[in-house]
């Protein structure tokens, strides 16, 4: 099974394209904040989250309760992909709606292999795979630039490593971020 959460009017053919908007015509309306969704375990091997997470859990306990919540749903080795406006970015600042920055950082804390190794350094960071029971596996990481930027690097006006000392403190530079996640059972 093949899932495009939170759709909206994206169908993607041979997905399940599911949406709790009606106004939507998703295929299955499910309202991805009331849990458990109605699904199967260990049932998805690919899921969709484009332009969806920055939307849900604006309180910790149901965000981590989604996190979970894909995990159980998904086989081992199960594809997730997933497409957020960086939050330095406009897109991201000027949509009522949004109610949660998403980097490719946070997805390591759902690691128990990024756990271990922190725990076995001394480091605090928060062992989130180890607390939820859920493990993932963080793969390719891209970061899409704002037309602005990338006309400029294509231009030569800038390198590279210019455009990411600058992304790394300015705003609109990064227009999104597009995370690859394999699930770990």
């Not at 998703?26 to 375990?41: A, C, G, S, T, Y």
């Not at 960071?125 to 939820?132: E, G, I, K, V």
Request: charged share 25%.
């Amino acid at each position: 099974m093949r899932l495009n959460l939170g759709c909206g009017d994206v169908h993607i053919d041979g997905y399940l394209n599911v949406d709790k908007e009606v106004e939507c015509l998703p295929d299955k309306i499910q309202d991805l904040e009331v849990l458990p969704w109605d699904f199967r375990d260990n049932s998805v091997d690919q899921i969709i989250l484009s332009h969806v997470l920055e939307h849900l859990g604006q309180t910790s306990q149901i965000y981590l309760s989604i996190i979970k919540e894909l995990y159980r749903i998904c086989k081992a080795g199960a594809e997730i992909a997933i497409t957020v406006p960086h939050p330095r970015h406009d897109d991201f600042l000027t949509d009522p709606t949004h109610v949660r920055p998403i980097l490719p950082g946070q997805f390591h804390m759902y690691s128990k292999r990024q756990n271990k190794e922190w725990r076995d350094q001394g480091i605090a960071n928060t062992p989130l795979a180890d607390y939820l029971d859920v493990d993932f596996e963080v793969g390719d990481v891209t970061w899409v630039l704002d037309d602005k930027w990338l006309q400029r690097l294509q231009n030569g006006k800038m390198t590279s490593a210019e455009l990411a000392e600058k992304a790394e403190h300015e705003y609109n530079i990064i227009k999104e971020v597009q995370i690859q996640l394999t699930v770990i059972k």
